[in-house]
């Protein structure tokens, strides 16, 4: 993509209503643009993040064994008047009525919704287990949308939900979906620590969340010491996982050392001595949920059972927070001068930089360069744009790709082109056709 056709609205100032670095730099390197309160519009760059990281999420649900569907964002009242959580969920969920006078609702959660589908289309134990995930955008109105994406009102979320027929099969669930969690937030470099949690309007009693420490966290969180220094969370990608197989050996050990949320830690009975515990802010990225019968129970979804009985499903749901997935990226992937993307969720793989654009060969060169990473499948945004070498640097390290390539008149003379890592800073000259050969052979 040439850098003088994109629709790339950076900002020089710090926008005033940003609280938070994530919130700053979105805003800044123009992926996002508020709508109203905690409703975005995201921009051709944004986009490509957002797209990114859901398809690491749903390459993760698929190899787990879950099919992709896509539920509607509104619902009928009904389905939750069966459940008993039309009421109950108050405020934060957004009433509408269609023409008929009918009452409906901007989902901001599919339990209901699920629980329909799957009671007219599963009637024996042998359908079972079934899981069934989509990627859709949900509404809450939270009383204070706040930190841009991270809490939204409308916001995009992965959900799945398990069905099974008994309590040993859901809790196989629980675990696969546990595993391909920390698979996921692995392939995103991220370090998601798994945590107790309360479940709060979804119900049940078994529920982890997904953590990743920061200060600017909105979750107060509670874990072993020894979670700050451990690679366990990456290892998980050397793994061969057999997800028939039995994984509760994994979740043991992924659940060895402690870590839990405020909300259900408990400072008496903490089964950790104090000068081993570390208390911190964590953004929540992700949460599983096995509540049973919950909602199978009133809505009336159930099986025949070997033999013979009918019995109510064994459900959980499983939450990522696609959208907040991007800030939460932003908020352990950034320096003073910008965002620097991990190259698994990066909008492009390089930056390609020509230092002189009114310069005829350095503009013919870049031309080339741009027009042979294109044609070895590498993801470029070349800065052809006629302004300073100054403000192209500045640009480029706001966005953050993972690398650039810089020529000018000098390196064009001598035959090659500096590559910079945004990451570590360091560059190196490399001759022009190396440099390909470089990112072709990366991606
Ligand atoms: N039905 C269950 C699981 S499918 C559920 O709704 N879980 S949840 O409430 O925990 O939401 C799942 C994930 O969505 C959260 O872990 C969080 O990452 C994300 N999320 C929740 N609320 C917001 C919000 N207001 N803005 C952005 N992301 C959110």
Avoid at 118 to 132: I, Q, T
Avoid at 207 to 224: K, N
Avoid at 236 to 257: K, N
């Amino acid at each position: 993509m040439r850098l003088s056709e994109y629709f790339l609205p950076v900002l020089r100032e710090n926008p005033s209503e940003a609280q938070i670095v994530s919130h700053r730099l979105m805003l800044r390197a123009g992926m996002i643009r508020q709508s109203s309160a905690g409703i975005y519009s995201w921009l051709p760059l944004g986009l490509r993040v957002l797209k990114r990281v859901e398809q690491i999420v749903r390459e993760e649900q698929d190899r787990s064994g879950a099919q992709e569907i896509l539920m509607p964002t509104i619902q009928p009242a009904e389905l939750w008047r069966e459940s008993g959580r039309y009421e109950d969920y108050g405020k934060e969920m957004l009433r509408l009525r269609d023409r008929h006078e009918r009452e409906m609702l901007y989902g901001p959660t599919n339990e209901e919704q699920i629980t329909e589908i799957v009671r007219a289309g599963v009637k024996s134990y042998r359908d079972l287990p079934k899981n069934l995930y989509h990627i859709q955008w949900k509404f809450r109105d939270e009383v204070r949308p706040r930190f841009g994406v991270m809490r939204g009102r409308e916001f995009l979320m992965k959900d799945n939900y398990s069905f099974d027929l008994d309590a040993n099969g859901a809790k196989h669930s629980y675990n696969k979906m546990f595993v391909a969690y920390l698979r996921t937030f692995a392939r995103m470099g991220l370090k998601a620590i798994p945590m107790r949690a309360d479940t709060g309007p979804i119900g049940g009693d078994l529920s982890h969340e997904f953590q990743i420490l920061a200060a600017s966290g909105e979750s107060g969180v509670f874990c072993d010491r020894g979670w700050l220094d451990s690679d366990i969370l990456t290892d998980i990608l050397d793994e061969e996982i057999d997800y028939d197989g039995d994984l509760e050996p994994l979740f043991r050990r992924f659940t060895s050392l402690y870590a839990a949320t405020d909300e259900i830690h408990k400072p008496d009975a903490c089964p950790i001595p104090p000068e081993q515990l570390v208390s911190g802010r964590g953004i929540e990225v992700g949460q599983v949920f096995y509540f049973g019968t919950k909602y199978s129970q009133p809505m009336g979804a159930v099986v025949a059972a070997p033999n013979g009985e009918e019995v109510a499903l064994e459900m959980g749901s499983y939450g990522i927070g696609v959208s907040r997935l991007v800030g939460a990226l932003i908020e352990a992937n950034h320096d003073d001068a910008g965002i620097i993307w991990p190259a698994s969720v990066a909008p492009f793989r390089l930056g390609l930089i020509n230092l002189r654009a009114g310069d005829a060969k350095c503009a013919q060169a870049c031309d080339a360069l741009y027009g042979k990473l294109r044609g070895a499948g590498v993801e470029v945004l070349y800065d052809d744009r006629d302004e300073s070498p100054g403000a192209k640097f500045a640009a480029m390290d706001l966005i953050g790709l993972p690398d650039q390539l810089i020529l000018g008149p000098r390196g064009l003379a001598a035959g090659t082109i500096e590559c910079k890592n945004r990451r570590s800073g360091a560059r190196q000259d490399l001759p022009l056709d190396a440099a390909v050969a470089r990112f072709a052979a990366a991606s």
